[in-house]
């Protein structure tokens, strides 16, 4: 289709090049056509989907759905029990705080988004890790800086994190993995390496071939996981596949909450990278607390009561777990390290049962979950909460209904979270293995 | 997969199908009973090949009445991948065929291609031309030579060439797939010509592999295909421009430069005739009688001669097709060389004269035939036989380096060409070329103006012929522009997990101002501007690769400047870095490999091509090569073309296709062959923009093939540039989400799921 410039004499005749293309504008299809983007995108009722109770409360109208997805996180979680995992994780966050950071596509940008969800990642992190560490390096300007060394102080990461959030120019992968490789390098055998990399660009400027940092990555059994905000880049996709991670581009705030979250957990460890080893830990003496006790603790020398008696060199040091300040020592609470247990044997996950099934249990004589004899509704084991009937008083919509497969017990949804996720044990469980302890006890006396 | 297809045992290599491919099957089967042609459209990304081989091989097991399957693709590397398809399916079909007692089914499978790509002689290979590594190889096999070679052993000769000639009829080939590689080891191995050896065997296989030309190009076709029997299945794959080649393949062009040389070959011809008449004059009445006598292939060597092999002698066959080329004796006037050889001086000297032109000139064959009567005293009739005379005269001669008598093949194969046809065919004389007209450029163009004549023999000739693409949308207009009556015309959607296309119109800049490559509109500021800050804002949202589509050279070099200036280059390198294809094939091969790198080391890369390239024809964009492509205009065609106005107006007046509809189909076609190439697989994902307003009409959007057009939502109408960043961004992260990659049952068939659509078919005829 090209012209030669009307001014250009022309072979033949000075015909329009388009005379023959019939291309009149389209009429009257225009406006139907934008009401069509604006059913599909804009038009979003999600007040819609909400509905007040008498005391003011919103309420979702049909809250199972969501509860079944989150459920489903988290079974896939507990499915893979018995898995052997690396209990002490070395990780450290990559945070690109990039042009592409400032965008605001989420509330109020994204590097505010991204900071407020770290802030409790770490802290989650070190809730469910105590003898792990972490450490954050943020992408800017197309380098890489380490915010904080790897440690096992929350609380400084967090506020290192939140003083440092002006983004801008560009983001280099290869700088921020070399770095992130390069500290993990010299961690112990029996440590887990991880690095997370958050990222909000789509490109990423690189001094090098970046091919050869992931390769470096590998070799040292650096484990790199990825979380997009935007769109699926193939260098992110390709440096988790390589080193076993995980790849996943967030659709929001709360989605990208979900999938940072997933990485509180310890994720599987595979037998090759390491070899099971003894570690030395020292359980130190807490000192006791009062305006006589005043010393200065720790590496910063701050003037407090309190504090702990590191056992091999005696030095003070302010809060646990963390490494020895002069000796390196590994310095841990017994607390810490039973937390830690629950990962390697998660209990079950509980099967929902739909709401014909519990009135089938609940027509069952001996139905242990009623609180009267008379009482025809059935109850949360745990919580004494109705399950089948909204509670009168509240005006709740009935949730999803689970059962522990061990002990057969009703839970509502509530129960089942906070079981698997905080309590790590099943009061159903544990309330019939006393009672049966108890039986044989008896038995036995007698 | 072993299943029943409507009584047909199916083999299939892999152990799901798609619910298309099933159908794909069961309609091709149809028009196999049938024994008819059929139309097939099957995206890409289906596993369209497999499909048919796997049909067609089964159907073969199970009617060994039915002959060979003849597969036609367009390049070589579709040629590989064929046979690499097929010799999965055949080792996996051989596993069924295992028992006691049971022997797997034997078949022979070969691909054909041009000596350059065969050819295994150590120096002749290593000639950089096809034409040449022709010349080089009909110099050491022509009949001749190596009768000659036996006088006198320092006469050089091809031994891969003599030692199949002397394996004689045990030069056979194992059953077995054979690709081009393939049988150049094996040539190496025993010695013999792969060449050769793969012509000698055509006769023999079930399968063969070859390119279009081979099917459609008469000068071709009749060398190689003529002795291909009625029942062959022939397969036109991805075969959506075939009324393009099918034109070319009759269509010629002559230049000043041409006629100079084939002066100058007619100088030495005449010089080559008084030698032969001072040594050799016996050689020459012996033509004389052969044609006198009238033959009924003029000029062939005497019987006696000839060996079980074609060696280097044979030449392209005639131009004109085969049921067009008169049996008789050449006329009295060009029997004698001398008097053959004035002859065609006279025509060059016509045609130079014609060629003499200050405005351009069309006419009919007709006209110019009687113009030719009056002005030189040219027949028509004997202008028909200029080919088989200049043919059987080079071979009198013992021409061997034929490459350098083109031009005075060209000046024939145009002769005979006018000569036989009268309707068709236009004669187009233009003194310089429209876009530079400074420059004196003038050239005869004899333009085949209709796709079916080539196509004809081919309809006529095959009991089966399949025409099939990702995209041969509208389908009803093939069958009217190569005029024939196909049994089965069908076009299938993918079946898909999710909606990983998403096809969007983009009609407003951001200012809401129309956007379109329409001439008046295109050089207009603010529509260069708008289309600009589309793509920045595009390579601020997509990640990895994006490729974009230009209606010609000319607009992209007019826009990318422009963009130059407006500073919007500088902002999308901020993002993407930036390749361009260009006219010349080495520097566009380099910028797509660095165009590739560059996706895959992260940095995202654009890349500016342009529609009717050879990067929309030929190169894929899959995966996070390409997850965007936009389609920058509408690309009609170059509508002043005088070739094209010719066309137009023979397709209105003989198969009453409106111009505008020809031209929105050919444009239509175009664009969704470019954005086609984003999408190669079920699991790729990418976004197709079609950025002019015009796409708002139906017109174009219905022309648009279906598998497309179910994707285009009525949201992704009419949008403007910020509406499609909002999409994009949607799309972009909805896709980067895990899914089930398999989802068994929707859009995956088991073996049984199969057999029960098959018993489920069966009820419901019966």
């Known amino acids: 289709m090209e012209e030669a410039g009307p001014s250009q004499p022309r072979g033949w005749d000075q015909q329009d090049p388009e005379a023959l293309i019939d291309d009149q504008d389209p009429q009257g299809e225009e406006a139907a056509d934008l009401s069509a983007f604006q059913r599909e995108y804009e038009d979003d009722h999600s007040w819609e989907q909400l509905q007040e109770d008498e005391h003011g409360h919103l309420r979702a109208i049909d809250m ?145 071939n970046i091919q050869d940092s992931v390769k470096s990555a590998q070799q040292h059994k650096c484990r790199v996981s990825c979380i997009g905000l935007a769109a699926e880049v193939h260098i992110c996709r390709l440096s988790a596949q390589e080193t076993g991670g995980t790849y996943g581009v967030a659709l929001g705030e709360k989605h990208m909450e979900e999938l940072v979250m997933g990485h509180a957990p310890p994720p599987p460890s595979r037998a090759a990278d390491s070899a099971a080893s003894l570690v030395r830990m020292g359980f130190p003496q807490r000192r006791p607390e009062g305006s006589d006790s005043m010393a200065l603790i720790g590496k910063e020398c701050t003037l407090l009561s309190g504090g702990f008696t590191c056992p091999r060199c005696l030095a003070l040091v302010p809060e646990l777990p963390s490494s020895c300040h002069v000796c390196g020592l590994t310095l841990v609470s017994s607390p810490h390290l039973a937390r830690s247990y629950h990962h390697l044997f998660p209990i079950k996950p509980f099967v929902e049962v739909s709401a014909d099934a519990v009135t089938q249990a609940m027509a069952a004589p001996n139905t242990q979950q009623r609180l009267q004899a008379n009482d025809s509704s059935i109850w949360c084991y745990s919580c004494s909460s109705n399950l089948i009937q909204p509670d009168e008083a509240d005006n709740t919509e009935a949730g999803v209904v689970v059962r522990c497969p061990d002990c057969g017990l009703f839970f509502c949804y509530d129960c089942d979270s906070y079981i698997h996720e905080s309590l790590h044990n099943c009061p159903g469980c544990e309330a019939v293995g006393t009672e049966e302890r108890f039986d044989d006890a008896v038995k036995m006396v007698e | 997969m072993k299943f029943l297809l409507d009584g047909l045992t199916v083999h299939f290599p892999y152990e799901y199908i798609y619910p298309e491919q099933y159908r794909y099957m069961l309609e091709l089967k149809r028009a196999l009973d049938a024994r008819g042609h059929c139309l097939l459209e099957m995206p890409t990304g289906t596993g369209k090949t497999i499909t048919l081989l796997s049909l067609i091989t089964s159907y073969q097991l199970a009617h060994p009445e039915v002959g060979k399957l003849v597969y036609c693709t367009r390049t070589v590397p579709e040629m590989e991948k064929v046979l690499a398809e097929l010799k999965e399916l055949i080792d996996y079909r051989s596993r069924y065929f295992q028992g006691p007692g049971q022997s797997p089914p034997q078949i022979l499978a070969l691909g054909l291609s041009s000596r350059k790509n065969l050819c295994i002689h150590p120096r002749v290979q290593e000639e950089g031309s096809r034409e040449s590594v022709d010349a080089k190889c009909r110099r050491l096999t022509a009949a001749w030579v190596r009768e000659r070679h036996v006088s006198a052993p320092d006469i050089e000769v091809c031994s891969f060439f003599e030692d199949l000639e002397r394996a004689g009829q045990d030069a056979v ?179 130079r004269q014609r060629l003499n032109v200050q405005v351009v000139e069309t006419e009919t064959p007709a006209t110019f035939l009687a113009n030719l009567q009056e002005k030189v005293a040219i027949e028509g009739k004997t202008l028909r036989f200029c080919y088989d005379r200049l043919a059987s005269l080079l071979k009198t001669l013992e021409i061997t380096d034929v490459d350098d008598f083109t031009p005075i093949h060209l000046v024939a194969d145009m002769a005979t060409l006018v000569g036989t046809y009268a309707r068709g065919f236009a004669i187009i004389i233009e003194p310089y070329d429209d876009r530079l007209p400074s420059v004196p450029d003038p050239v005869i163009q004899l333009s085949c103006l209709d796709a079916s004549l080539a196509m004809k023999p081919v309809f006529s000739k095959f009991q089966s012929v399949v025409i099939t693409s990702g995209t041969l949308s509208p389908i009803d207009l093939y069958p009217k522009i190569l005029n024939f009556n196909p049994v089965v015309i069908q076009s299938f959607k993918m079946t898909l997990t999710r909606d990983c296309l998403c096809p969007v119109v983009l009609t407003r800049g951001t200012d809401q101002m129309p956007l379109s490559t329409k001439f008046e509109m295109r050089s207009d500021a603010g529509v260069v501007h708008n289309y600009g800050r589309m793509l920045v804002e595009l390579s601020a949202t997509i990640p990895d690769g994006i490729v974009c589509f230009f209606v010609s050279y000319l607009y992209m070099d007019q826009i990318v400047a422009k963009w130059h200036d407006m500073g919007v280059l ?27 790198r560059a996706c895959d080391c992260g940095r995202g890369a654009m890349f500016f091509s342009v529609a009717r390239g050879k990067v929309a024809e030929g190169i894929d964009f899959d995966r996070h090569y390409g997850r965007c492509v936009v389609m920058m205009g509408v690309p009609y065609q170059y509508t002043l073309s005088r070739i094209l106005r010719a066309r137009l107006e023979y397709l209105r007046e003989t198969f009453q296709i409106k111009e505008s509809d020809f031209l929105a189909f050919d444009a239509v076609r175009q664009s969704a062959q470019c954005v086609g190439r984003v999408i190669r697989s079920k699991a790729d994902y990418g976004m197709m923009i079609f950025a002019d307003k015009r796409y708002q009409r139906h017109d174009k959007r219905d022309k648009l093939p279906g598998w497309i057009t179910t994707h285009l939502k009525d949201a992704h109408l009419n949008l403007s540039t910020d509406m499609l960043m909002h999409v994009a961004r949607e799309f972009m992260r909805g896709m980067a989400q895990p899914y089930d990659r398999m989802a068994v049952g929707r859009s995956l068939l088991t073996e049984e799921q199969a057999n029960s659509m098959n018993a489920a078919t069966a009820a419901g005829l019966a």
């Not at chain 1, 440690?151 to 280099?172: Q, T, V």
Request: glycine share 4%.
């Open chain 1, 64 to 208: 199972r759905e969501e509860q079944r997805a989150k459920r489903k996180r988290l079974l896939s979680a507990a499915m893979s029990a018995r898995i052997r995992r690396g209990m002490i994780r070395y990780l450290q966050v990559v945070v690109d705080l990039s042009r592409a950071a400032s965008i605001q596509d989420m509330r109020p940008n994204r590097a505010a988004a991204m900071a407020s969800v770290l802030v409790s990642f770490i802290r989650e992190f070190f809730d469910q890790n105590p003898l792990s560490h972490l450490g954050i390096i943020i992408m800017r300007n197309g380098r890489s800086e380490r915010l904080s060394e790897l440690s096992a102080s929350p609380e400084f990461h967090i506020n290192k994190l939140r003083s440092n959030l002006d983004a801008g120019g560009d983001a280099s992968l290869m700088n921020g993995l070399d770095m992130a490789v390069d500290s993990l390098k010299a961690i112990p055998s029996y440590g887990h390496r991880e690095v997370l990399v958050l990222f909000a660009a789509l490109s990423t400027c690189d001094p090098g």
């Open chain 2, 173 to 351: 080939l194992d059953p077995g797939i054979y690709t081009l590689h393939d049988m150049r080891v094996l040539g190496r191995k025993k010695g013999w010509c792969p060449y050769f050896l793969a012509r000698h065997m055509l006769a023999f296989c079930n399968v063969v592999v070859y390119n279009y030309q081979y099917m459609l190009d008469p000068k071709v076709a009749n060398m190689v295909s003529r002795e291909l029997e009625k029942e062959c299945i022939v397969v036109f794959d991805e075969a959506h421009n075939i009324d393009n080649v099918c034109i070319e393949a009759l269509s010629v062009n002559i230049r000043q430069q041409t006629l100079n040389l084939a002066g100058s070959n007619i100088t030495r011809l005449r010089s080559a005739i008084d030698k032969a008449k001072a040594t050799d004059a016996q050689r020459l009445k012996d033509e004389y009688n052969r044609l006198w006598s009238g033959l009924a292939q003029q000029g062939h060597l005497p019987a006696q001669n000839r060996s079980p092999l074609p060696g280097g002698e044979d030449t392209l066959a005639n131009p004109a097709l085969p049921q067009d080329i008169l049996q008789e004796a050449v006329p009295g006037n060009i029997r004698r060389a001398e008097h053959f050889l004035a002859f065609l001086r006279r025509f060059i000297e016509y045609l």
């Open chain 2, 570 to 596: 500088q902002d999308l390198m901020a993002y993407k870095l930036l390749f361009i294809e260009t006219q010349d094939v080495v520097e566009t091969t380099l910028a797509l490999d660095n165009f590739r």
